[in-house]
């Protein structure tokens, strides 16, 4: 880390190296994606553009450096994601040279599946959570890495590092492996699969201090700027091409970022003015909303996210 | 639930502009703390008062506690426990039932908290919490202490558990001061009896603070209405304690987890320092091979360091082409001066059950240590710990949430520390090999100097066994060894011509595996294989079929 750097080479040649909670969490990061990669067959990393994807990248860049990063990156796409999302994954991946598997429940898009007529709770179950049980078992992924995270929502709290899955790609939170120390039990049985979180232990605040400390390109729709938008269930909702516009509804120009990057009916954006990283992390800290605050699928019902991740959602 | 940086102190570091306070979190430390406490002593809530306190609780969340159907706080109170019981079922049946982990963070630190429910079926919960703690804090509920007259059952065995997961510094929150008027007499009688268990426990590092995580009482703000109690809130301190691991000093110790050759020109080993620090120019030994050589580069993406310490993700590129694959290990050489790690088939170990079968002798599990997986057989069980009672008492097998200290030998030596002496290198976790659960977590505590037979049967683990020309008599010896956990085959297969006979046994042996063969090898073969083999080569030429099979039967 470039800007941290200085702590280190100060210090080495008297103490121990003291690492702050970047570094530490940084460390803990590369030390399961490598675990991960030496104990599985055919591990993928689940790759959704978002913010953290993108640390999850960079910190798989660091881990097997100075090789390239040793499994595809998987994006499963709804069709629904917005424009500029898929723009900076073809970009980026290209740039990195990192080997992109995009996977769409056709079958699903093509018979019309939208999250009005069907609510979120199916949509995504079709286009997110089957197209991702589809996509792993094509693949043949014994291990799949995603970005999620312990502070976003309240059953995330209880998600193992390694998060067991049954042959049907689904979570039993009753039932799962006590993980101590930093000692994995990544042993499966046919068909079962881990899905292994190097994330767990960050935060959104982190998260934001990471990509600012090590300077890593996202999405610029993270970044405030003044957008199209209509009011739509109290969301401010992001117009983009071929939306249909409901009656009543009418399109105002607001000073808008999206905190968390889903798909385009089901995000919301949040009226900022804040277009860098350091004022984005300065209204983070002052804004006390949590961000998924603006993610309809969490809210339908409560336990919802729970209900979800028992189907194989992750 | 996510992070806030508050001030709740009036000492607080003074933040001038957006770039000291960007300096500041970049520079912070991390703290993980666990919290051990009975059903009903209020833990959720205080979890709850401590994050909502310090603002880390979001507006949107707290209204969704407010709507929620479940709703166990009365008097107009906010149930904070809502905040972290996440599960549904948890919310419906008032009960916390697994390890959750929360995140906040102050303008000093950033914590994680590894939340562990107290019941009494859940043990194995708290020692999952408190394997990575850097302070564990035990609540205890003042008004049950006065009711029950002396500290309750769980709350010894939460402090004996913290004690055995080597957790640096431990706190006991008395919780519920406001329900005994915040007295100091009460206080008191409770601090008497928990210094005495601590003192039993060897517990060095214990402080005490009376709270009421209801009223907020000493939790992040000093309580006014216990004028008598003079020492740091909760908050300040967790804020404050020194952050001093043992794994930061000491011998190096590096198990390799990878071994990355992305061209030609580079053979890099990937891992995490366990313990110690490893430069640049440092002698270091390879463990099994023992060979020496030195550190010619630590690589990193942000480029080469001089010197890597605990806990730090690295690549090391050495001078000497030498044998090192994952798990061995990169340790300080002898000739430094520094302490070799043990390197030995046997080991014994204190152990927490978490499985329902429960452990018996004679059974093999998987064992992983480090980056190394073995085979360990269960060679005796030296003593069950009463976690009540603090006594030892004798037992052939453990139960779920049983604690006892166990023998095991293994197929493949282990190179480690005590569990004292460096957590990384000391701590294994055992795993059943058909359900592939994890059963059990060990802490080791020396390696087994003299083994004590338990029976007149030959216990000893061969690598191959030769029954030449007595195909039935093989077949069962292969029972046996299977029977008693051991994992054999036979290797008369037509597709293995005797001239590859060493290169399986080798192979099998390497994978912990023992070979049978009723095969008619020569004195020379056989000497070659006894030469690598990690276990004896047994050569059965003898007739007395009932004898050679007894002698790799195992008696219970």
Redesign the interface.
Known sequence: MALLASVESETYEVHPVRLNHLQALEAESISILREAVAEFARPVMLYSIGKDSSVMLRLAQKAFYPGKIPFPLLHVDTSYKFPEMIRFRDEYTREIGADLIVHRNETAIAAGANPYTLGTQNCCGLLKTRSLLDALEEGGFDAAFGGARRDEEKSRAKERVYSFRDSAGQWDPKNQRPELWSLYNSRLRKGESIRVFPLSNWTELDIWLYLYAEKIPIVPLYFAKERQITIRGGALTLVHEGMKLFPGEKVEQIKVRMRSLGCAPCTGAMRSDADTLPKIIEELITFRRSERENRAIDHDEEGSMEVKKREGYF | ?????VTPLEDTVPVRS?ED??EA??????LRFTTAGSVDDGKSTLIGRLLHDT?SV????LA?VMK??VNRASGGHVDFSLL??????E?EQGIT???????F?TAR??F?IADTPGHEQYT??M??GA??ADVAIILIDAKAFAKAGGLLPQSRRHTYIASLLGIPHVVAAVNKMDLVEYSQESFDAIRHDFEALCAQLGLADVEMIPVSALEGDNVVTPSAAMPWYHGPTLLKYLETVPLVRAE??GPMRFPV??V???DAN?R?F???VAR??LRAGDAVMALPSRKETTVRRI?????D?????????I?VELEDEIDLS?GEMLVAAEAAGEMLPDVSNSFRAMVVW?NEDPLVIGRTY?A??T?RTVRATVRAIRYRVDVNSLEELASDSIAMNEIAEVEFETNLPLFFDSYRAC??TG???L?DALS???VG?AMIVAPVTESAETSGADRSRPSLVLLRGRQGLALLVRDALVARGERAVMIDDSLIPDSAVAAVVRALDLAGVIAISSRDLRHSEVVEIGGFASGAVRVEDGSDEMAILNSFAVSL
Do not use: C
Not at chain 2, 25 to 30: A, D, F, K, P, R
Not at chain 2, 58 to 61: F, N, V
Not at chain 2, 299 to 303: A, H, L, P, S
């Open positions: 639930m996510s992070t806030h940086v957006f306070f960007l979190h970049l520079g912070q430390e991390m603002k979001y507006e949107d969340q969704a929620s159907r972290t019981d996440g599960l549904k079922a919310r039932i697994d390890v959750a982990y929360r995140y963070s630190r950033k994680i194995r919960n020692a999952t394997s990575t930061t000093t987890q990878l990355l050759r992305p580079f890099g990937a891992g995490q110690g620090t690589v990193t993406y942000d480029g360091h001089a010197a890597a310490s605990y806990p730090q993700s690549t994952r978490m998987i992983k240590h980056t957590r990384w701590s294994l976790i795993i592939n659960a994890t977590a």
